[in-house]
């Protein structure tokens, strides 16, 4: 039994509360992991504060992580002790229909993420005597964790762990989006609305795939700068236009962008994103995390033309397999992590973490141990 330090939200709303937990060792095809960095997504920082955690509480929440195993359970196979590793946010079984579907990467046993437990009905942390939920399956805001192995993938033993633990979710994300599901196009234009950790790994994406002209939108301009570090050309606040964006876009992009992201997470954005695309060839991808069943309104005449609206989940990446390539290919210098690590702090100081996140200050946070 391990005794370490973790951030459990006991309740919706409430701050996280930094609580001495239990980690048993791993069972059959489990992995006990010391966790390194990890980082805050705009999707722990949602969840938290709404009711659809409130059946899973307490809960230990993080999701974007990187570590070392400390020991494995019975039949582990791919992974070690010592081995340097990266948390996945999507499982790879290998075995589902939608692991051996080459187009498709949401691996049935995500339904273990969805009860934020590594099985049907158990984890392997307690706090104060009561079983703690992991987010996603996976609790990295602590300092040990117990997960499944197809959940867990190793990564390059040279890997600067600090840097690369945002590629397991914001980073995959959004550079998967441009590469994997838009398939960004060289000489293309593209508007990606929302400049958060994800958004700007869109760009960076877009960027990589070789589009002429990338155009960030958001409501928030301290964001502007770090966009045009990572490759956006020009930059715009909807509410600073005398028209809206769609239109704005239509002039400026001759008929609108080529492709168009939604990474701000709000239903409405939707529309305004697929409107903002090229009126007969665009492609809209959903990255934000718009909720589960909430309506999307959107008029009939977008479709008119030829527009196409898709969505994209972790990039679209088969993860055991393909997140540790991009940890590879961080370290051989094809993209650039350090603009979007804006700032570091340690497991203690996650409130302040949280709250730097909230107020649009911070793109990505990293906490170390
Ligand atoms: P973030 O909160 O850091 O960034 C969101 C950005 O959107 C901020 O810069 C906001 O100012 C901006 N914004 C908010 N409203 C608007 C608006 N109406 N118009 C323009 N800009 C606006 O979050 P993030 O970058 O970490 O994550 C972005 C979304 O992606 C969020 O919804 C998150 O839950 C989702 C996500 N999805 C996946 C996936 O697999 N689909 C993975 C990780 C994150
Ligand atoms: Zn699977």
């Not at 006990?32 to 509480?57: E, N, P």
């Not at 769609?246 to 954005?269: I, K, R």
């Not at 650039?336 to 409130?351: A, G, K, Q, R």
Request: proline share 4%; glycine share 8%; charged share 20%.
């Amino acid at each position: 039994m391990i005794r370490c330090k973790a951030a459990v939200l006991w309740k919706p709303g409430a701050p996280l509360a930094i609580e001495e937990i239990e980690v048993a060792p791993p069972k059959k095809k489990e992995v006990r992991i010391k966790i390194v960095a990890t980082g805050i997504c705009g999707t722990d920082i949602k969840d938290m504060d709404t009711d659809v955690l409130s059946q899973f509480c307490p809960i230990i929440m993080g999701h974007e992580a990187v570590g070392i195993v400390e020991s494995v359970g019975e039949e582990v196979s791919t992974v070690r002790t010592g081995d340097k590793v990266i948390f996945l946010c999507i499982p790879q079984c290998g075995e589902c229909n939608t692991c051996l579907n080459s187009k498709n990467n949401m691996c049935a046993e995500i339904r273990h993420s969805a009860v934020h437990l590594i099985s049907e009905d158990s984890s392997r942390i307690t706090c104060k005597g009561k079983l703690m939920h992991q987010y996603f399956a996976l609790g990295t805001l602590s300092e040990y964790t117990v997960i499944n192995e197809i959940s867990v993938a190793k990564v390059d033993d040279a890997a600067p762990l600090e840097k690369v633990s945002i590629i397991g979710c914001g980073f995959a994300t959004g550079y998967g989006a441009a590469i994997n599901s838009a398939k960004v196009t060289p000489g293309s234009t593209c508007a990606v609305f929302g400049l958060g950790g994800v958004g700007l790994s869109v760009i960076i994406g877009c960027k990589a795939a070789g589009a002429a002209r990338i155009i960030g939108v958001d409501i928030n301009k301290d964001k502007f700068a770090k966009a045009r570090t990572v490759g956006a050309t020009y930059c715009v606040d909807p509410r600073d236009l005398e028209k809206p964006i769609e239109e704005f876009l239509f002039d400026m992009l001759n008929g609108g962008a080529d492709f168009c992201f939604e990474v701000t997470g709000n239903t409405e954005t939707v529309a305004t994103a697929l409107g903002s695309c090229h009126k007969d060839h665009g492609v809209c991808v959903i990255v934000g995390s718009i909720g589960f069943c909430s309506p999307i309104s959107i008029s009939s005449e977008l479709f008119i033309s030829r527009r196409t609206l898709k969505a994209s989940v972790l990039g679209g990446w088969k993860t055991k397999e393909e997140i540790p390539k991009l940890v590879s290919d961080y370290m051989a210098q094809k993209f650039n992590l350090d603009p979007v690590i804006t700032h570091t702090l340690t497991l203690s100081e996650v409130n302040e973490a949280v709250q730097l996140m909230k107020s649009g200050q911070c793109i990505r946070c990293v906490l170390l141990p």
